[in-house]
């Protein structure tokens, strides 16, 4: 019987790792660029051609590679950042496994041109699918430049699922902001198609959060600072008042890497008790400092999920750092009011006697009687007739005082349903709790979710309307503005036209901000603002889609901010309308989003309740 255990070539262990290290443009990016910051760079140049696909190109000022250190860091394992098992407790650089190179040579071309400084003369070396196609000396500036050509050329698979070209750009740029972020003493600029995206020069902690995220973000931040024995906090946190629902922008760093950590999160979270809405999150940019021997970041590939040893102590010093920052200097402002001028007011006195000043009120005067300047019609004589007007307006009165103390709960039997075996005859309308509409079915209680059942209502019809090619929109009087983030622009950029056919208007402004000169029709009164972070957010977290689907998102986004909110009183004409609609859909049972909308209550149920 023959062997069935073989080792794997290089080139396909490379394919695998490469899985699990790059998976699209913005994973070579951050590696590179790790690598730049570990050769002690401090000007570091980004140029990119179709969003990374056709070229991602690093270069930097670092201390660059001689010729056989070039070559051997593209095989797999080999590093100069650890030699033992022990240095993984004790790092300072960003990377160390060793596997970043030869991940990203295993799925694309790659030019390497390094020297290192003090050199005459520079290393060439031309790398394609893990194949070494050439080495040579050449002149070049000290430091390295990596140019990556094609990415998974030789992978159609994984080429196929890279998303469009302004959404790979969108986690470039998401990626690039976190680098900036943690090494704000570096100078980094970005091109894509040569067009300068970013120019960041070299500063404080403050000016490089300003210099990507606009100059609002200056009066938005409250300082935080904590140094123990455990750990040194710094950073930055934003005011309550500028909490955010949607695209918050919040970074956390150790040792000058990036991390996600869901329970520090929850900290900073819960610090903001009280003060923000259930549904708004605060901005924060935190920086952690520990020793190295307490952290593990060798947990996952992307080395973003990091263990700490004292979880729970830095919980409680991040949560009490958070804390006191917000009180002090977001404590309510005191109002002066200014008295110059004004008269004095005498101090209250109970010993002394309670004068009243004159009245000038004639106690002879009387209106209904002439006088030799005016004449007054004679009053009413006729009293009884009087009081019997008085108390028929005094009865309907209370009449309609009678009508207006009635509960919420309303009925009225305006609506008459004939649908397979259900029908019935003077049907009945309640609202409770203004949330949901209860009326009588043949088979039970009918309960349905109002805002839910006009959130499907609205899509359904501006649905049509986009496959009919009918939506009709209407200019507003004042245009919105809409403030995003270069990622956000940049995705609102690709569905413009699609934004434009579906009824808004959009003009940029310049930057990153856009204005809203029209809308859809069948928005109403919904916040256009959110209306568009959240289509940007579908197509962002879910990729390219085909225009259908990209139809569905913005339709459900705009029926989602237009329909009926929670807590408004329904009168019966609404409720009969709004049930009508609903019932005419062929399925009234789910939201777009799978949410249930109805629910029929059996009578048998019912009256099992009451045995």
Not at 530 to 559: C, F, K, M, T, Y
Request: with cysteine; hydrophobic share 40%; proline share 5%.
């Amino acid at each position: 019987m023959s062997d069935v255990i073989k080792l794997l070539p290089d080139s396909v262990a490379n394919q695998i790792a490469a899985g699990e290290v790059i998976q699209r443009p913005a994973s070579v990016i951050k590696e590179l660029v790790e690598n730049a910051i570990d050769a002690c760079a401090k000007k570091v140049d980004i140029y990119l051609k179709d969003a990374g696909r056709t070229l991602i190109q690093v270069v930097d000022n670092g201390q660059g590679m001689s010729a056989t250190d070039a070559r051997l860091a593209f095989e797999r394992h080999s590093t100069s950042k650890i030699r033992n098992a022990e240095d993984l407790f004790s790092l300072h650089t960003m990377g160390f496994r060793g596997e970043a190179l030869a991940s990203i040579a295993a799925i694309s071309q790659v030019e390497l041109r390094t020297k290192k400084k003090g050199e005459e003369l520079g290393t060439r070396l031309l790398i394609s699918a893990s194949t070494c196609e050439g080495q040579e000396a050449c002149a070049c500036s000290e430091g390295s430049n990596f140019k990556i050509k094609n990415i998974f050329f030789n992978v159609p698979a994984r080429r196929k699922f890279l998303k469009s070209n302004q959404v790979e750009l969108s986690n470039i740029i998401r990626e690039f902001e976190k680098l900036a972020l943690v090494n704000h003493d570096v100078e980094f600029t970005l091109t894509h198609n040569e067009r300068l995206m970013y120019k960041l020069l070299p500063g404080t902690f403050k000016q490089r959060i300003v210099a990507l995220f606009g100059n609002a973000m200056d009066t938005q931040m409250l300082p935080v600072t904590v140094d123990t024995s455990l750990v040194q906090i710094d950073g930055f946190i934003s005011r309550p008042e500028n909490a955010r629902k949607r695209n918050t922008l919040q970074y956390l760093f150790v040792n000058g890497r990036y991390m996600r950590h869901p329970y520090f999160h929850k900290a900073i979270q819960m610090s903001y008790s009280g003060l923000i809405p259930e549904d708004e999150q605060p901005n924060y940019f935190l920086s952690f400092t520990v020793e190295p021997e307490t952290i593990d970041v060798n947990i996952h590939p992307t080395k973003t999920e990091i263990k700490f040893e004292n979880e729970m102590p830095i919980w409680q010093i991040l949560s009490a750092a958070v804390k006191e920052s917000l009180g002090r200097f977001s404590s309510a402002p005191t109002i002066e009011f200014d008295v110059e001028g004004a008269p004095d007011i005498p101090v209250y006195d109970k010993s002394r006697p309670c004068e009243m000043p004159p009245s000038g009120v004639d106690p002879s005067y009387n209106p209904f009687k002439a006088t030799g300047r005016k004449s007054y019609p004679n009053p009413t004589t006729n009293w009884e007739e009087l009081y019997r007007n008085f108390e028929k307006k005094a009865s309907q009165q209370q009449e309609i005082a009678d009508v207006e103390s009635e509960p919420e709960i309303r009925e009225e039997s305006v609506w008459r349903e004939s649908e397979d075996t259900r029908e019935t005859e003077g049907l009945s309308y309640m609202q409770i709790k203004e949330r949901y509409i209860i009326l009588p079915v043949q088979s039970g209680l009918m309960m349905i979710d109002q805002h839910r059942a006009h959130l499907l209502v609205l899509y359904s019809k501006f649905l049509s309307q986009i496959d009919s090619n009918s939506v009709s929109s209407q200019n507003v009087l004042f245009p919105e503005v809409i403030s995003l983030s270069p990622s956000q622009s940049i995705i609102l950029a690709e569905l413009e036209t699609e934004l434009e056919n579906l009824g808004f208007g959009l003009s940029r402004l310049g930057g990153n901000e856009w204005s809203v000169t029209a809308m859809p029709f069948t928005m109403e009164s919904a916040d256009v603002n959110e209306v568009i972070r959240s289509v940007i957010d579908a197509v962002e977290n879910g990729g390219e889609d085909p225009a259908s689907i990209l139809n569905r998102r913005v339709a459900l986004s705009v029926a989602r901010n237009a329909a009926i909110k929670y807590g408004r009183v329904l009168n019966v004409s609404e409720m009969e309308q709004l049930v009508a609609d609903l019932l005419r859909l062929p399925n009234p049972n789910y939201t777009p989003d799978g949410k249930r909308v109805l629910y029929i209550l059996p009578m048998d149920s019912i009256t099992k309740n009451f045995q």
